[in-house]
C-alpha cells in the first residue's frame, strides 16, 4: 500500500511540474504572402505619396506566455521600392535616396520590447537603411493569436507596426528644401507570422 502511494505522488507531482513549466520562446517566421511594408511622406506640402516595398521578410523568437522578445530581425530590399510610378520608382533607388545598387538591403534588428499590456507595446531596434544604422521605436498592436483557420492551419499572429522618422538622419537629404519631398516619413507593417 506505501508502494502505491508514493507511486501516485510521484506521478501527481510530475503531472504538476509538466502543466506549470514556464512555455518556451518560440521562433515565428513572417510569411511572405501576408507581410506588407509601406510608407507615407509628403510631396510638396499637397499630399502624402504612399508607397510599398514588394519584397521582404523576417522572424522573431518570443516567449508568449511571458510576453518576453529574444530577437527579431525584418529585412527589406530595397530596390522593390513601388509608387505606382517608373520614373519615381527609379529615382527613389538612385542615390538620391536608397541608392539601393550599393546598398540592397534595409534592416532591422530588435533590440527591446516593451508591453503596455497583452496586446500592445513599443518595439525598440537598430535600422539599417543606405549604411547607416539609429535607432528607431515602433508602436506595436497584436491583432490575433490563433490557428489559421484554411490553408496552412498553423499558430499565427497577426501585428500591426508605425513609426514615423526622420529620412535626414540616414543621410537623405535631396529636395529637403522648400519641403519638396517632406523629411518625415510613415513607416507602415502589417504581418502574420507563423510559429514555427
Not at 523568437?61 to 517608373?86: C, K, M, P, Y
Not at 529615382?91 to 497583452?118: K, M, Q, Y
Request: proline content about 3%; cysteine-free.
Amino acid at each position: 500500500m506505501k508502494t502505491k502511494t508514493i507511486a501516485y505522488a510521484f506521478i501527481l507531482s510530475s503531472l504538476l511540474a509538466a502543466t506549470s513549466a514556464p512555455a518556451e520562446p518560440r521562433e515565428f517566421e513572417i510569411h511572405e504572402d501576408h507581410f506588407s511594408v509601406g510608407f507615407l511622406v509628403g510631396h510638396i506640402g499637397f499630399k502624402y505619396q504612399l508607397g510599398m516595398f514588394l519584397e521582404a521578410g523576417g522572424r522573431f523568437v518570443w516567449d508568449e506566455e511571458a510576453n518576453e522578445l529574444h530577437s527579431g530581425e525584418v529585412i527589406v530590399q530595397a530596390d522593390s521600392v513601388f509608387t505606382n510610378h517608373d520614373r519615381r520608382d527609379r529615382h527613389v533607388r538612385s542615390g538620391d535616396f536608397l541608392n539601393a545598387r550599393r546598398h540592397p538591403e534595409i534592416r532591422f534588428e530588435a533590440t527591446s520590447w516593451e508591453p503596455a499590456d497583452a496586446d500592445t507595446g513599443t518595439l525598440r531596434g537598430d535600422l539599417t537603411i543606405i549604411g547607416q544604422t539609429h535607432p528607431v521605436e515602433l508602436e506595436v498592436k497584436i491583432n490575433r493569436r490563433a490557428y489559421y483557420p484554411f490553408g496552412h492551419e498553423q499558430y499565427t499572429v497577426g501585428m500591426s507596426m508605425r513609426t514615423v522618422i526622420q529620412r535626414s538622419q540616414w543621410g537623405m537629404t535631396y529636395a529637403l528644401e522648400g519641403d519638396l519631398v517632406g523629411d518625415d516619413v510613415e513607416l507602415i507593417l502589417e504581418f502574420e507570422a507563423i510559429a514555427q
